[in-house]
């Protein structure tokens, strides 16, 4: 049972458009999303969060937007830049419960190109 | 200022052997979360521990499986008479307080089962 999903398995992107990846998940008792991104060889690296409570969280280049009654969200890389090349992973958390594990989508390869 | 150190990075094993992976939280931290990721997978939570406690093991498979997080140390993830199937990364990663909020990750360690 995938109670998140990342439909896309790779997404390519020209420099400097815009780059949007997107997430569903299904329980509703999710309150808190994550993106990390990996490249290859090495550890997920943290980039960018939203609580439940808000909609949209800005850091920089990223963006990332929630939609609860829809229950999806989306990040948005803008301008892309081929550094950015890598596997994005969607993660969820019920941070009110007692163990705060991450449901882990299962990544969109993201491809930037010069 | 280390990260999370996972050791080994790479480990092989035959069928039958027994394989321990260790990881060392960042300075500070004393929650650890072992994630494993298979090939083609999106990251899976295996278990949730504190110092000296395994807080939420749901992830774990039934037998062969077990993991500890002593009071002096790193963490040991260990599995027994391992199998082809358990051929995969293994991520460790830490965060300051309970809430795998913005945790950090080891690079991981990719065990080859043959």
């Known amino acids: 049972d995938q109670q998140v999903k990342q439909n896309s398995p790779s997404l390519s992107v020209q420099e400097g458009r815009i780059s949007i990846l997107n997430c569903d998940y299904t329980?509703?008792?999710?309150?808190?999303f994550l993106w990390y991104k990996k490249y290859p060889a090495e550890g997920p690296t943290f980039l960018i969060s939203i609580s439940s409570i808000k909609d949209k969280n800005e850091d920089g280049r990223f963006t990332v937007f929630l939609n609860k009654s829809a229950k999806h969200l989306s990040l948005h890389i803008v301008p892309s830049q081929p550094g950015d090349s890598a596997v994005y992973f969607c993660?969820?958390?019920?941070?009110?419960?007692?163990?705060?594990?991450?449901?882990f989508g299962t990544g969109t390869l993201l491809a930037v190109q010069p | 200022n280390a990260g999370v150190m996972q050791n080994p990075r790479h480990l092989v094993r035959r069928r039958g052997q027994e394989a321990r992976l260790r990881c060392s939280p960042m300075?500070?931290?004393?929650?650890v979360y072992w994630y494993r990721q298979l090939p083609e997978e999106g990251l899976k939570f295996m278990v949730y521990l504190q110092k000296e406690n395994i807080i939420d093991e749901s992830g774990m498979p039934k037998e062969r499986f077990s993991a500890e997080f002593p009071k002096e140390g790193p963490s040991i993830l260990r599995i027994q008479q391992v199998v082809r199937g358990d051929s995969a990364a293994y991520f460790c990663a830490s965060s300051p307080q309970a809430g795998a909020n913005e945790a950090f990750f080891g690079q991981g360690t990719r065990l080859t089962v043959v």
């Open positions: 300075k500070g931290h004393s929650h």
């Open positions: 329980n509703s008792m999710f309150d808190y």
């Open positions: 993660a969820a958390s019920d941070y009110g419960g007692a163990t705060n594990k991450l449901i």
